[in-house]
């Protein structure tokens, strides 16, 4: 997500103002012409307040995703199992650091500073995936972490390359490419300890797969008739398919990507359905979704204290280069 799916928004955002000029109504039309038209919105382009808001909201909340994601992969890197994959998930965990920082810059043309959205995170105001507050507790976290997160994270991801504001839509398309390697690789390590491991690695395949399936499908946000904000989200042109489209999607191409590994998706009740020519698949537990998302996950506040302590082991660094900016337009005026 990571994420068009957390469709949670404050109640201010929600509010429209009552009273809205001639002129601001002939500019919403026209702006409501062009999103019909296909056209993309760029910063300097008249757009309505409520649409600038949802766009902060979910960029910034998906720049956060990025970042606080590095986490549960930088606690692997100091032991991978060679030099290879230490290599890989050095670049992987890099990668996220990338994404993280298109995505504060494609949020920042709408007026919104990068302290604000670090106040944001660091207060615990704003959200982000909730698939990151899980542990990874074993080394094949990381290859079913690239499997079906960062496999969730592309089928979520790729229809808003084409999203209705340009930047965010640029800032996808990088990062879409580098998404899909990731995935591969988190399918390649699986399928190496799969056909070749021993039983030992096989079962911890198996392991780490009953863990983060649930959470994985999760990744996609509430069932479409409790995302209330979704229908706006789609006429604007920011949201391509609803929560539930992508998430079949998704457990239909995992149920093929098992068989191939040779693993079993924790949920008795998968099932293929002829008539729907898709994977019929259990309830999931929206209780837990919605307890993770309101910080009651298993590693919340783990991840938030290390995002707070990076942040304040960086101040130095913050003073450093203001103090050299300040010295050098000293010297550029004298
Ligand atoms: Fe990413
Ligand atoms: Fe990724």
């Given at each position: 997500m990571y994420t068009q799916a957390m469709d949670t928004m404050g109640k201010d955002e929600m509010r429209q103002p009552a009273v809205r000029s001639a002129d601001e109504l002939q500019l919403e039309a026209r702006f409501n012409e062009r999103i019909d038209a296909g056209e993309f919105i760029e910063a300097k382009d008249w757009m309505p307040e409520h649409y600038r808001k949802t766009l902060v909201r979910q960029i910034s909340q998906h720049a956060h995703s990025e970042i606080v994601g590095m986490l549960p992969e930088g606690n692997w890197i100091s032991r991978a199992p060679t030099l290879k994959r230490k290599a890989i998930l050095l670049a992987k965990v890099q990668d996220e650091g990338g994404h993280g920082l298109y995505l504060y810059a494609a949020a920042e043309t709408?007026?919104?500073?990068r302290d604000q959205m670090f106040d944001a995170l660091h207060t615990g105001r704003a959200k982000y995936s909730?698939?990151?507050?899980?542990?990874?507790?074993?080394?094949?976290d990381m290859g079913t972490i690239g499997w079906l997160v960062d496999g969730a994270a592309i089928m979520n991801q790729v229809p808003i390359c084409r999203c209705s504001y340009a930047p965010y839509a640029r800032a996808m398309i990088r990062i879409c490419r580098e998404e899909s390697f990731h995935q591969r690789q988190g399918f390649e390590a699986l399928l190496t300890m799969m056909t070749k491991g021993t039983p030992a690695q096989k079962a911890m395949v198996q392991d780490a797969v009953n863990r983060w399936w649930w959470p994985s499908i999760m990744m996609?946000?509430?069932?479409d008739d409790q995302s209330p904000n979704s229908a706006q989200s789609m006429r604007w042109g920011i949201?391509?398919?609803?929560n539930d489209e992508l998430r079949q999607k998704f457990v239909d191409a995992a149920v093929d990507q098992a068989k191939v590994l040779g693993v079993t998706l924790?949920?008795?009740?998968?099932k293929w359905n002829e008539a729907r020519q898709s994977n019929d698949f259990g309830a999931i537990d929206w209780a837990e979704f919605w307890a993770v998302i309101a910080g009651?996950?298993?590693?919340n506040k783990e991840r938030l204290a290390a995002r707070v302590k990076a942040w304040d082991d960086g101040a130095w660094v913050r003073e450093a280069a203001t103090a050299h900016a300040r010295k050098h337009a000293m010297k550029e005026a004298a």
């Open positions: 709408l007026g919104t500073s909730s698939i990151f507050n899980y542990p990874t507790l074993s080394w094949a996609f946000g509430p069932p949201k391509k398919f609803s924790p949920d008795p009740e998968l009651d996950g298993p590693c």
